[in-house]
């Protein structure tokens, strides 16, 4: 993850202002690590097993899932990652160049809500792995007291390492990968030692439907870090190399989906239970002997912590864009105390876990695609952005443009969200065209980056001032990979 400056010492104190290009020494090969924390989730095992058991695929075919999804989504969080080394600052502070100071806090909401449930998703797996390792060592049984407890102590956790900023998170996130992909190995090992690989093998194909659905499932992840991408980019120097940066986002993303979501389609052979248990971590224990599945379930723990960590990280900028006046570390309390609240709901009232999670990745990409579709193809036509501009939230900023709205971006973003949710389907909420092919396919999602961006590619462009990069920083194409 590229560092913050030297002047920002152990904790980052900066917020949406731009960074300075001489305090812009992070380096690209940092971004590997930062997207492999990420993804560094038991939940992807739950979605493997899920491919099997649902949507009816055999190995082959999650396989292609698994390569496709990390490759389609963590592309475009590479792509619009670029955006960070441009600008200097958070993705949702760049957005005010699109959207307008005022338009801007349409989508900014949207997305800000938006990972209320990503935290309160990350923080429930984060204390069933607790609880799981508890029952493990001690056989202490979960009661709604100890999952007060261990939501409560999760929560904070992840509050004071996003508190403490970019340079914890980075460490935290190099030490992570290399523990986690030392366990995932001898996971994998014993995997193959202990499965039934005749009855893995002989399992029939599933319809090209739901592999299509089964790719966009996956990849919902990763499209709900698309706004976040600049906001660990902004420490690149202008001359990183965007092709590179493209790279280590799929790369870092891939080497933890790819194994993650086969591992759990393999155990779901054997254990088809394991994709819609209301614990999606317990299972862990049943498969796995305890001396592999107790460490790799607290190095599980770290990275949830550090999934949600960078999540409330993200959220912190967004809620600064919203005209919320505290520093980030305070904004990012707000998102801790509402992942608290909804956690202990989620697990406590709600009778199905897996249901609800994918019901809500579902909906949360197509929440965010409208946002990217506009966002990309402003990407290609902008060079560089004005960092005074972005901050001067008054009529005098050269993103007030009329009334402090970018209509031809409110409209592309309206629209195509609306498009977007007419075509998805899920557990509590379906759409009129959701029985169409786009719907049945599961590709709501995509249908609505389309629709933004194909609406904001043919309406009349915004006239604003266009803040240039010096000559000797200038890409060759507007936005090369």
């Known amino acids: 993850m590229p560092h913050a400056s030297e002047s920002e010492g152990a904790i980052e104190t900066r917020g949406l202002e731009p960074v300075p290009d001489d305090e812009r020494t992070g380096h690209v090969r940092e971004l590997f690590p930062t997207w492999v924390a990420a993804n560094i989730s038991v939940l992807l095992l739950t979605m493997g097993a899920g491919l099997i058991v649902f949507n009816g695929l055999n190995f082959w075919q999650v396989l292609v899932v698994a390569i496709a999804a990390p490759v389609l989504s963590y592309g475009i969080v590479g792509l619009i990652s670029i955006a960070g080394k441009r600008g200097g600052s958070p993705g949702m502070a760049l957005s005010r160049a699109v959207f307008g100071q005022r338009g801007n806090l349409f989508p900014g909401s949207l997305i800000w809500v938006a990972r209320w449930g990503w935290e309160t ?64 190995v001898l996971v994998l090992v014993y995997l193959i030692a202990d499965t039934d690989w005749s009855a893995v093998f002989d399992k029939p194909a599933g319809s090209t439907a739901m592999l299509i659905a089964g790719i966009g499932t996956i990849a919902a992840g990763g499209i709900s870090w698309v706004p976040s991408g600049p906001d660990f980019t902004r420490y690149l120097p202008r001359t990183a190399s965007s092709r590179a940066m493209v790279g280590s986002t799929v790369g870092g993303a891939g080497i933890v989906v790819l194994p993650m979501v086969l591992m759990g389609a393999v155990m779901a052979v054997s254990t088809p239970s394991l994709a819609s248990a209301q614990d999606p971590v317990a299972f862990i224990g049943e498969i796995l002997p305890m001396w592999i599945a107790v460490p790799y379930l607290l190095i599980a723990l770290i990275g949830m912590l550090l999934i949600n960590s960078m999540s409330m990280y993200s959220a912190g900028f967004t809620a600064q864009t919203l005209g919320i006046k505290v520093p980030r570390t305070w904004a990012v309390s707000v998102n801790a105390v509402i992942s608290l609240i909804f956690g202990f ?18 909906l949360l990409a197509v929440a965010f695609s409208a946002w990217i579709g506009v966002f990309g193809i402003d990407m290609l036509r902008r060079p560089a952005y004005d960092g005074e501009a972005l901050m001067d939230t008054t009529r005098t900023s050269a993103y007030w443009y009329r009334g402090g709205f970018a209509w031809q971006a409110m409209v592309s973003w309206g629209v195509a969200l609306a498009a977007g949710l007419l075509f998805t389907g899920v557990d509590w909420f379906a ?51």
Not at 151 to 164: C, I, M, N
């Open 121 to 184: 998703i990350n923080a429930v797996t984060g204390a069933y792995a607790v609880l799981t390792v508890l029952d493990l060592l001690f056989g202490i049984e979960s009661s709604t007291a100890l999952i007060v407890v261990t939501l409560l102590l999760f929560v904070t956790a992840t509050f004071l390492v996003s508190g403490l900023g970019i340079n914890a998170l980075r460490v935290c996130s190099t030490w992570s990968t290399y523990l986690f992909g030392a366990f995932s």
């Open 431 to 481: 759409g009129p065209l959701a029985s169409s092919w786009i719907g049945k396919h599961g590709l709501g999602w995509a249908a609505t980056i389309v629709i933004a961006a194909a609406l904001y590619a043919v309406l009349p462009r915004t006239k604003a001032p266009v803040a240039a990069a010096p000559a000797e920083e200038r890409e060759p194409a507007p936005l090369p990979i």
């Open 345 to 362: 709901l989620l697990m406590v009232v709600a009778t199905s876990f897996i249901g609800s999670f994918i019901s809500f990745l579902t």
